[in-house]
């Protein structure tokens, strides 16, 4: 019938098991239509903030209906634990939201899935935004191979420590920052990974001031020392420039690697980090691994 509300299973009707649920990160009809199903058919809710999922439950119109609505944030994920294996020890459904995006990415829901899965219960996926994808998509950077850094760290040393582990990487770095810090972290990008290095600032994604800044990390850095930073951002920086590796640097970096690795991995780990062909890299694992 046209102009009908759309059909919604009924509390109950969601298969056992943990589903862990992305919800948007600005525009609320970002979320899918197996997410809006899972919301209105699990037998017991819980999100990282009960007032956002009750919120956006309720511009989708769906109702509580007097099912459990559990809390688990950072603060007392590793308690609400037992709860929630209650729930699915007694065959239920329970459907977990964070905030805004997909749980575990920056996000609590670690400790909950792990401790799911290690009790034998099913978890499953409900796929939907990703602030991380998003700013991908958009940066107009390579996208083959990228890497997920989540928040760098608050203290200047230690951040600027954590930038350098990067550094060489050949696969796009993409981070999480507060508006707060986004300054001073764009000025120890540039110190750490080089100024020339191609870059694109993403903020506020999906919501009504959405912005997306594509320049160098020294332009960048360069801009927000007098911008005032508002918002949510996420940064993209693009790979390191292949540097040419000795031959004594590849065959330490595969030894180093060997000792916890196969050959095939040590080599794709190898070739990934120094630039190098992997064919090369895996004939040379070979020879280490014979010797």
């Known amino acids: 019938m046209s102009g009908s509300a759309p059909f919604r299973p009924a509390a109950g009707a969601v298969a056992p098991g ?7 990160i600005g525009a609320a009809r ?15 809710l819980a999100a990282e903030d009960t007032r956002t999922l009750r919120h956006l ?12 609505l559990l809390a688990v944030h950072d603060h007392n994920e590793q308690g609400a634990v037992p709860r929630v294996l209650a729930a699915l020890e007694a065959g239920q459904s329970v459907a977990y939201a964070s905030e805004a995006g997909t749980p ?5 829901g670690f400790i909950l899935a792990r401790a799911a899965a290690e009790a034998g219960h099913p978890v499953l996926a409900a796929p939907g935004p990703s602030a991380v994808l998003a700013a991908l998509t958009v940066a107009g950077l390579p996208a083959d191979r990228f890497l997920f850094a989540g928040f760098p760290p608050a203290a200047a040393g230690e951040r600027k420590r954590f930038l350098e582990d990067f550094a ?30 191609r870059a694109a600032l993403c903020r506020e994604l999906t919501k009504r001031h959405e912005e997306v800044i594509r320049d160098s990390l020294s332009a960048l850095a360069e801009l927000y020392e007098t911008r005032e930073p508002r918002g949510e951002y996420v940064l993209v920086v ?8 000795s031959a004594e640097s590849v065959e330490q970096a595969l030894k180093n690697a060997l000792e ?3 050959v095939k991995d040590a080599a794709a780990f190898v070739s990934q980090t120094l630039g190098i062909p992997r064919k090369l890299a895996y004939q040379m694992a070979l020879t280490l691994g014979r010797s």
Do not use: F
């Open 18 to 24: 943990l589903h862990l649920v992305s919800t948007p």
């Open 30 to 44: 970002d979320i899918t239509l197996r997410a809006l199903d899972l919301l209105a058919g699990a037998d017991v």
């Open 57 to 68: 439950m309720e511009i989708h119109g769906i109702a509580l209906n007097k099912r459990p």
């Open 104 to 108: 575990l990415v920056s996000d609590p």
């Open 168 to 197: 060489p990487v050949q696969a796009t770095l993409i981070l999480y920052e507060s508006p707060h810090r986004v300054a001073r972290t764009l000025a120890d990008l540039a110190a750490v990974l080089g100024g020339d290095r």
């Open 238 to 245: 693009d790979r390191a420039a292949p540097q040419e590796a």
């Open 260 to 262: 916890s690795m196969s």
